[in-house]
């Protein structure tokens, strides 16, 4: 014998109109990049000691700067002093954009991929035989 509310299943708890069941994200709630810029954008004064020792590197120094300005520095002070490739990359993206990396697909009828393979044992393809793909 079958269930006799199998044709009702599931309407009992089907989502009311306007209500998506979830509450999905909070109204007014700011994204990480929202923040992130926030924060970029905030003036901040160094501590004496450590704006004396980059007065020192960069004279043109303000006391007072955004904290993507002071970001910036360490990264071009870290390149500049112990060679961090990866901060240097960074900062060349930044300032110049990402290099666009190009890749050539174009091939004539004419040419023919050549697979050399380098086999010990007696098969039939030798080292350095050219292989036809069709």
Do not use: W
């Not at 905030?42 to 590197?57: D, G, N, V, W």
């Not at 050539?104 to 044992?121: A, G």
Request: aromatic share 4%; charged share 25%.
């Amino acid at each position: 014998m079958g269930n006799p509310n199998i044709g009702e299943l599931g309407k009992n708890t089907q989502f009311k109109v306007g209500n998506p069941g979830s509450p999905g994200y909070p109204t007014g709630l700011k994204n990480r990049s929202t923040i992130a810029k926030k924060v970029l954008e905030m003036t901040c004064a160094l501590p004496e000691q450590i704006f004396e020792k980059i007065k020192e590197i960069y004279p043109d120094i303000e006391k007072r700067m955004s904290t993507e300005e002071i970001a910036t520095i360490v990264q071009i002070t870290n390149a500049i002093t112990k060679g961090d490739t990866a901060a240097y990359r960074a900062i060349m993206d930044s300032a110049y954009g990402a290099p666009a990396q190009q890749v050539d697909h174009s091939m004539t009828e004419n040419k023919k991929l050549i697979i050399k393979i380098n086999r010990n044992d007696d098969n039939q393809i030798k080292p350095g035989d050219p292989i036809s793909l069709g």
